[in-house]
């Protein structure tokens, strides 16, 4: 007996049911690399996930919002490629990788970011990453980094390898530190200026050369390099 031609709601449905399939539950080639992905954004993660998925060589295992959550599925299931976002909602991507470090853990971590400037390269190298790669940039990077860092070959832009020595947070001139340390206290402008007995003005301009100098684009990234530097002292 002939089958009865499909209506077209059983048709999309059916349509649905396909393309909702998660990445991770799709089959997958053999000796594919495991990813896991962590990124505060839900647009992010989704999109990297079928985008990764699509190559054939990764097998997509779970997508995560924070760094906590990353870390321990690192310790219980083997992760072989990590891919994490620099600012998480629960720490940053420094602390994911100096976790993923104490720990021993075998994961190797790809730092997908917005934030391009030096003093996160440098924060990433010299934590433990094994690539970053910039969300600027052809999301076909990103693959090459990952299939680069799979294959044992870190995968990390130019970045002067001398400075990694060194720490910007050594050559601050007086004025600098007491900056520094009001940040990391959470004060204001306006309280800084207050405390130091200078214009709201001029704590702009000092802090603006500040972030350049140690490589910060904002107030929160001088912040947490300023207090990991505290911490590893």
């Known amino acids: 007996m ?13 349509d649905v049911t396909e393309v909702a ?3 991770r539950d799709r089959p997958v080639q053999k000796n594919t690399a495991k990813i896991a992905i962590a990124d505060k954004n839900p647009i992010v993660r989704a999109g990297l996930s079928d985008y ?3 190559d054939g060589r990764f097998d997509i295992r779970e997508l995560l919002s924070g760094g906590a959550e990353f870390i321990a599925l690192c310790e219980r299931t083997k992760i072989d490629v990590g891919v994490i976002g620099w600012g998480l909602p629960d720490m940053t991507g420094g602390d994911v990788l100096r976790a993923i470090k104490r720990r021993g853990l075998p994961t190797r971590v790809v730092v997908y970011t917005g934030d391009y400037s030096p ?3 440098r924060e990433a190298v010299k934590s433990g990453a094994w690539g970053v790669a ?8 990103l693959i090459e980094t990952l299939a680069s860092v799979r294959a044992g070959r870190m995968s990390i832009p130019y970045i002067d390898i001398s400075q990694l020595a060194t720490d910007p947070l050594e050559n601050l001139t007086v004025r600098e530190q007491e900056l520094m340390h009001a940040l990391s206290k959470g004060w204001t402008n306006e309280q800084i ?3 130091i007995g ?21 107030r929160a990234q001088a912040v947490a390099m300023y207090l990991s530097n505290s911490t590893n002292r």
Do not use: C, M
């Open 2 to 14: 002939q089958a009865r031609p499909q209506t077209y709601a059983q048709s999309a449905l059916q």
């Open 21 to 23: 399939i998660p990445p």
């Open 52 to 54: 990764i998925a699509r």
């Open 119 to 121: 003093g996160v390269l």
């Open 134 to 141: 910039s969300k600027a940039d052809d999301p076909a990077v």
């Open 193 to 195: 200026a207050s405390r």
């Open 198 to 218: 200078i214009s709201r003005n001029t704590v702009k301009y000092h802090l603006k050369n500040l972030y350049e100098k140690i490589g910060a684009s904002n």
